[in-house]
């Protein structure tokens, strides 16, 4: 039995009984990353997939990893790469996780989108102990690995490929809204809706939309909900299902709590917020949904789209050519005015965060040999950026759907609804407001608003909101400065000097607070401990 473990860790939290706090916690973040399983079956299987023997294997190595997955690859005597996915324990949905990942890559072969071959898979007790997937191994580099030695003219010509791609997904016709699986697949009694023979695959009997495996309706605890979790057939149905479970969740579920990240709990007076609070807003949201709906039919047809496709899950051959894409683990079909925003290939690449020269304007660079390296690490990070102008030209058609700004609203108002609460009582109901206050450009001129709020409920929510962004932006400067993710998360690599910075930024930030009692306050509201990792 192999026992792998994670290759990231976790800038250590503060203690607390709080569990919202645990986000940050090393061991614990690591511990449900550990994974137990029969190395000498898992290579079996691999060897029998592709017709091969165990004793031809030369070489297993493990290559990456995600949030979701760990990544090995298995090389045979003649070359032949395999490689294989393996989810972690906490990766959600189980079972219905690896199946829908499986039938969206052959699905989308279909319609000769670049993805592995599937060799073989299971989301089911097996010999190995996990569910996995092995795939043909992919030739050529990773974007993020090729991109800062190419010409702009490569640039382009992969931008270009990247945009074919997504429009070849965008012009796929579905028949409801959810995640896609194997006609056959689900247990008796779930629900599905087939796809029918005229969508245009190659294989059209083979497939079926089910419920959603966007990880929002598996997380803690809302797989026990009775909701609604697709397939959906109307782009009302999918808003409404999403503010009902997050409305039953805190009904059942929701305690009073302090927002996630302690930085965050200034705006609230270092006070515990109350569910009952978003409860009142999601109601709101429930009875303004219908109006966020758009009224062209085509920007509610069911679309789907890569998850977060990104430079760290592109391949691509010298020549140019992409040559394979992957990590299609929770991919959702939405109505397209959700789907339709910039991918994060046309973006600055966010697979590896970098932090900011002008920290306390760099007061702990000045002099050092680091500062050169930093710079050219902003200047590389920056590079994925194409200006937008550009973008529009590669898909008017996508990107006019993006930047329509009657659609942008509803789509940041779906998105907090669905998001899973963290104590944030402010964002849902500044959107809503602002719904209001831009009504005409929502809802038709004979429609009333559903909801209406007093000018004090509304000055006290703005109030609160913009206290909540500033925050935001001083949590978000700090998480780039020390180089970790929203919930801490560092490679192995970088822990040390992470917990450096951290050290670093405190110190900065302590000297800049005045006063003993705000001192005092900042050293309660710190969240991150600069300890050594024993």
Not at 471 to 476: E, H, I, L
Request: glycine share 6%.
């Amino acid at each position: 039995m192999e026992k792998h473990s994670s290759i990231f860790y976790a800038i250590p939290s503060l203690p607390s009984s709080d569990w919202e706090s645990q986000h940050y916690h090393d061991s614990l973040r690591l511990s449900e990353r550990f994974l137990y399983f029969d190395l000498p079956e898992l290579c079996y299987l691999v060897a029998k997939s592709t017709k091969r023997e165990t004793c031809d294997i030369s070489r297993l190595v493990k290559i990456a990893e995600s949030h979701s997955y760990r990544m090995l690859e298995v090389t045979f005597l003649d070359g032949l790469k395999v490689i294989v996915r393996l989810p972690y324990p906490c990766t959600t949905p189980r079972k219905y996780g690896v199946a829908s990942e499986v039938a969206t890559m052959e699905f989308l072969r279909d319609y000769d989108v670049p993805i592995p071959k599937i060799l073989a898979w299971s989301s089911s007790n097996n010999l190995v102990g996990s569910e996995f997937i092995l795939m043909e191994g992919v030739s050529g580099k990773l974007l993020s690995e090729t991109w800062y030695v190419m010409t702009d003219e490569e640039k382009r010509g992969i931008i270009k490929k990247v945009v074919d791609i997504e429009s070849t997904l965008f012009k796929i016709r579905l028949p409801a809204h959810g995640s896609l699986y194997l006609q056959g697949y689900l247990d008796r009694g779930v629900r599905t809706v087939d796809i029918p023979n005229d969508h245009g695959s190659n294989n059209p009997a083979r497939f079926c939309i089910g419920p959603s495996t966007e990880q929002p309706w598996w997380h803690q605890k809302r797989d026990e909900l009775p909701v609604n979790r697709g397939p959906w057939r109307t782009a009302e149905e999918v808003l409404k299902s999403a503010g009902d479970r997050e409305k039953l969740w805190l009904q059942r579920f929701g305690k009073m709590r302090y927002p996630k990240g302690a930085l965050y709990r200034e705006p609230y007076d270092g006070e515990r917020v109350d569910p009952r609070v978003q409860i009142e807003h999601l109601s709101d949201y429930m009875k303004l949904a219908p109006y966020l709906v758009p009224k062209e039919e085509e920007l509610n047809m069911p679309t789907i789209r890569h998850p977060g496709l990104s430079p760290s899950n592109i391949f691509v051959s010298e020549s140019g050519e992409i040559t394979g894409i992957i990590d299609w683990q929770h991919t959702t079909i939405l109505p397209k005015f959700l789907q339709a925003k910039p991918s994060k290939c046309l973006q600055n690449d966010t697979s590896e965060k970098f932090r900011r020269l002008d920290f306390a304007k760099d007061a702990l660079y000045v002099g050092s040999t680091e500062t050169q390296k930093e710079a050219e690490r902003c200047q590389q990070r920056e590079g994925f950026h194409l200006d937008p102008t550009n973008i529009d030209e590669l898909d008017s058609a996508h990107f006019s759907t993006t930047e329509k700004r009657s659609l942008c609203l509803p789509k940041q108002i779906y998105d907090i609804a669905s998001r899973p609460w963290e104590g944030d009582i402010t964002s849902l109901q500044a959107h809503l407001i602002k719904a209001l206050a831009e009504w005409s450009a929502i809802a038709s001129p004979e429609d009333e608003p559903p909801i209406r709020y007093s000018e004090e409920e509304i000055k006290e929510c703005l109030d609160g909101h913009a206290k909540q962004k500033r925050a935001g932006k001083r949590a978000q400067l700090v998480r780039d400065f020390i180089g970790c993710d929203v919930d801490g998360l560092v490679r192995t690599e970088d822990y040390q000097n992470a917990l450096r910075r951290a050290r670093m930024a405190k110190k900065i930030l302590m000297e800049g607070s005045t006063g003993n009692e705000r001192k005092k306050q900042f050293r309660k509201l710190w969240p991150y401990r600069t300890i050594n990792r024993s």
